[in-house]
């Protein structure tokens, strides 16, 4: 399952550079057809880069990618990546802060109208459609600058839900959820699935891709280390995959008994921070990947994922 002309997305060999820095080194991602596929990988691996390669924004510098089939052109706008069926939830907010939820959702179909005027109640109609389609209650009238991060990043979704796409891309969307929201979240995930949809998921919380995807494709350093289905690949084995480094010697330690994160911070900016991600007792910096750390290293490229967890749980 999953290559060739049976995938709704196959994305090959995807290269990006900005400037002189490699991105991504000919990364590939097939998804088939009611498939709910996780793509993982460490902070800085590639994963947002080949999301937005594939969404066009920007496309990527080579490599193909086929929709259903059809292939994009080469630098393809995002339209045309609209066009052909896909839609994405990226991880920085694309919602316009001074339109309320209900333009949010309207404007990405084109607001409706009639008569050539917009059709009021059929945009408030079709808001309130796709908000009830992830069990929530935001007033389709407030603007999202007056929203708390959570119900922001529900707004996005059910955005990209109104949209019916094909392929729907979702880049981390339930780092500021909560139980709740998650659980509304996978249950509109997996009816699109099982509707014929496919669906790329970005998380670092392996609970979650454990719970929710039928396989799973790990990229370090801008390229494939591999694909699994989640019962074939104890979450060990992952990890070492994502980290690329043998991690059993790790994560003893009696205080910390699970996979959830016992701090999580987003948005996080400041000059003299190296994005950070805390796990199995190491600080890995993504400014240098391959020298894990165990403190904060000074570095210009400051990312927007604190993360401190505890070790994962052991398959
Ligand atoms: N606009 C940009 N300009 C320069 N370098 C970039 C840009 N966007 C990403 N990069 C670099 O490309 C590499 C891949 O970044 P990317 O954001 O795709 O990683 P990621 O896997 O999504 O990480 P995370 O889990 O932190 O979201 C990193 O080294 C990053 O610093
Ligand atoms: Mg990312």
Redesign the pocket.
Known sequence: MGEGVASLLDAREIRKA??G?V?LRGASLAVARGEIHALL?????????LIKCIAGTPPPDSGTIFVDGRRLADHHAPAAAAEAGLAFIH?ESTLIEDLTVEENIAIVEGYPRRWGLINWPAMRRRAREALNTLDVSIDPNRKVAELPIAARTTVAIARALALSAKVLVLD?PTASLGAKDVAALFAALRRISAQGGAIVFVS?RLDEVYDLCDRMTV?RD?ANVGTARPRDLSRRDLVEMICGHDVSHVGKSADAPDSRPVLEARGYEGETVA?FDFRWGLVRS?ASPACPTRGITNSA?C?S?WRLSSPAARA
């Open positions: 900005y400037g820095a991105a990988g460490e902070n800085g691996a590639g994963k947002s880069t991880q981390e670092h990229l801008g994005p993504s490229k990312s994922v």
